[in-house]
């Protein structure tokens, strides 16, 4: 079994990176959204530091198979692990995406996300496939926040658009007004929780500024590396940061694939 890698985070480096991340989601005007790549290892980390990019966040899906496991399949302590190696490559703030939380309590959950060094995390509301019921959902985000306290900016992510945008247990496709609908109604209940962002995953761009307008706070947005509206163009339909989940690390594994067939030839 692997074992959790062991790293020594002081309480004053964590107290500083957490402050200097929450400030970096305030006040932004429309055409400046936080842009925040996802590394997948130390190494990718470290080159988007040296890109200039004020703070990180990372992908489960491009970690777990950076990892050799397949998106939702990485074993808690191989994440945690992860997470860790990754911090403890560069010197800015760094939000981890621990999916939903992998069945731990808040506290233990917020006690082992802290000893990694992270000051962020990314926290899903569907399970299995499924929604979750939205306010079972926020009683436990509020334990994770008062567990936390102010040591982690809490992005809840809302799955209606790729869940189902009916009622908890609909699986697959949603109808994009009811799953807009949903998409505020929870994000008030997690926001109402302590959440300090909303990550509505997969709203279509003509969507966003709806969400902008019934959001209170800082919204997560989806972004893209190849076609699709630019970082600034995002913000100003309403996204306040910016992620791209997997897509870098696959952008990667595929230059690394040309590269490869070149060499075998």
């Known amino acids: 079994m692997t074992q959790p890698v062991t790293e020594t985070v002081t309480v004053t480096e964590t107290v500083t990176k957490v402050d200097t991340f929450r400030a970096l989601h305030r006040r932004r005007s429309p055409d400046d959204p936080l842009v925040l790549p996802g590394p997948w290892d130390a190494a990718s980390a470290r080159v988007f530091v040296e890109a200039g990019f004020p703070a990180l966040a990372t992908p489960s899906a491009g970690v777990a198979a950076c990892l050799g496991y397949e998106d939702g399949q990485t074993p808690a302590d191989e994440m945690f692990a992860a997470v860790t190696r990754i911090v403890r490559a560069v010197d800015v703030p760094v939000s981890a995406d621990i999916e939903g939380g992998y069945g731990i309590a808040p506290k233990e959950l917020v006690e082992r996300l802290l000893e990694t060094g ?3 995390c990314n926290l899903e509301d569907s399970a299995d496939g499924v929604l979750k019921e939205p306010r079972a959902h926020a ?15 809490v992005n809840a992510r809302i799955d209606t ?12 496709g949603s109808d994009p007004k009811r799953a ?26 003509d969507v966003l500024p ?9 919204i997560n947005v ?27 690390q696959r952008s990667a594994a595929q230059a690394l694939r040309d590269i490869a067939a070149d060499l075998a030839k």
């Open 139 to 153: 009683e436990w985000l509020a334990e994770v926040r008062q567990a936390a306290g102010d040591r982690l900016v």
């Open 161 to 172: 658009y790729i869940r189902g945008g009916a009622d908890p247990g609909v699986r697959g």
């Open 118 to 120: 992270a000051v962020g």
């Open 222 to 248: 989806h972004g893209t590396v190849a076609d699709g509206p630019s970082p600034t163009e995002l913000g100003e339909l309403g996204a306040t940061r910016i992620t791209f989940g997997p897509q870098l």
């Open 180 to 205: 807009a609908e949903q998409a505020i109604e929870r994000a008030a209940l997690y926001v109402a929780a302590g959440a300090d962002c909303v990550y509505p995953i997969g709203a279509p761009v």
């Open 210 to 218: 709806l969400l902008r307008s019934g959001i209170q706070g800082p």
